[in-house]
């Protein structure tokens, strides 16, 4: 079972942040509490934004099916297990794609800069 990626974002200035350790506090911005952000929860196509992998020997490539245009985008690719969160940070233009250790049970996740947060398990 991988560790949990929390993202919470304020619903006014949508600013965008991630949550280390939750201690029972809201986290804050613009004078009101930041919402979490669920994956796999926006109505927007499933098959453009869910990541999708490759298994290659010891390495898994990540990829997102999404169009990489300059106002929407993926922005990051993570992949979270039980103790460790890598991020691959993209830009306009790039393909939306990342390469990390394959470790069976993490959690892959993807965010579209106008339609949220994505995740698919590893198998």
């Given at each position: 079972?991988?560790?949990?990626?929390?993202?919470?974002?304020?619903?006014k200035c949508m600013a965008t942040v991630r949550v280390i350790q939750e201690k029972g506090c809201e986290v804050m911005c613009c004078g009101e509490a930041m919402t979490e952000l669920v994956p796999n929860s926006v109505d927007a196509a499933f098959e453009k934004h869910v990541p999708t992998y490759e298994i290659k020997g010891d390495k898994i490539l990540v990829t997102v099916n999404h169009v990489m245009e300059e106002d929407h985008y993926i922005?990051?690719?993570?992949?979270?297990?039980?103790?460790?969160?890598?991020?691959?940070?993209?830009?306009?233009?790039?393909?939306?794609?990342a390469e990390f250790d394959y470790v069976k049970g993490a959690t892959l996740y993807a965010y579209c800069n106008k339609?949220?947060?994505?995740?698919?398990e590893v198998e």
């Open positions: 079972m991988s560790k949990k990626l929390v993202i919470k974002q304020c619903k922005e990051w690719i993570s992949m979270c297990t039980p103790n460790q969160e890598h991020t691959v940070y993209l830009n306009p233009g790039e393909v939306a794609q339609h949220s947060l994505w995740s698919k």
